[in-house]
């Protein structure tokens, strides 16, 4: 597929590694991430301060195509009312491996993001070897950390088996935390994908929107101003 550039870098002024559950397990091969139990501690949302910090400095979004679908448009205006500059860049047909090597991120990284989005793995899920992106993973983490940013890592909402890159993502991304779409969501039905079967529609972005909103919400560390996050899920043995 020839690589289509569907960024959008529009900045609005006005506003790994927590354990994946055992959501979808039914159609997902072994060893994928679906066999891991996450736990959580006690919510820590009542301990927040107010919403978001009157000043909590900015929020970039990178990933591939399902940045754009549905996904940055329903998080644009829940930024916009937190009071945070929200920059998104989605580009199509991208993998672990194109962000790692991309100067793109550099520049983005150098204007000191206070939390940014990763959401890549949706085009390595065929891979037969998918640990040989594992450096790819660590290497956007550790990108992400160098410009003492705040990192989550949030995987696609799987449409059908895939062949391990949860698991190298969830094994590689620290110190970014790690979001389990489908273990979260429960899921996209048919009814909130678009014609592809593939990509969230309007409702189905919405929702794991809201899911990404309300997971952000509860791991916000409550003695910092900006997008600082707590790590207070555990894997299980």
């Known amino acids: 597929m020839t690589l289509r550039r569907a960024a959008l870098f529009t900045l609005i002024l006005a506003a790994c590694r927590g354990g994946p559950g055992a959501a979808l397990k039914a159609g997902r ?10 736990e959580r501690g006690a919510s820590r949302t009542r301990e927040r301060r107010q919403p978001w910090a009157s000043n ?5 979004h990178i990933g591939d195509s399902f940045v754009d679908a549905s996904f940055q448009q329903s998080l644009r205006p829940l930024f916009r009312d937190a009071r945070t500059p929200y920059v998104s860049s989605g580009i199509t047909a991208t993998y672990t491996t194109s962000w790692a090597n991309d100067p793109e991120l550099d520049r983005w990284l150098a204007r000191r993001p206070a939390l940014v989005i990763v959401t890549l793995g949706a085009n390595e899920v065929d891979m037969p070897f998918p640990e040989e992106h594992a450096k790819a993973v660590g290497a956007i983490a550790r990108k992400i950390a160098s410009a003492h940013a705040s990192c989550v890592w949030t995987t696609p909402p799987m449409w059908k088996a895939e062949t391990g890159i949860l698991e190298v993502i969830f094994d590689h991304c620290s110190p970014c935390l790690f979001f389990d779409s489908d273990a979260i969501l429960g899921g996209l039905s048919a009814a909130e994908r678009k014609g592809d079967g593939i990509h969230p529609n309007t409702r189905g972005g919405a929702r794991w929107a809201q899911a ?4 952000l919400e509860d791991h916000q560390n409550p ?8 790590p207070y899920e555990r894997r299980d043995p």
């Open 29 to 38: 091969p072994s060893g994928s991430a679906s066999e891991w139990q996450g």
């Open 56 to 60: 909590p400095g900015w929020v970039l």
């Open 223 to 230: 003695d910092s101003a900006t997008w600082a996050l707590l």
């Open 212 to 215: 990404l909103w309300a997971w």
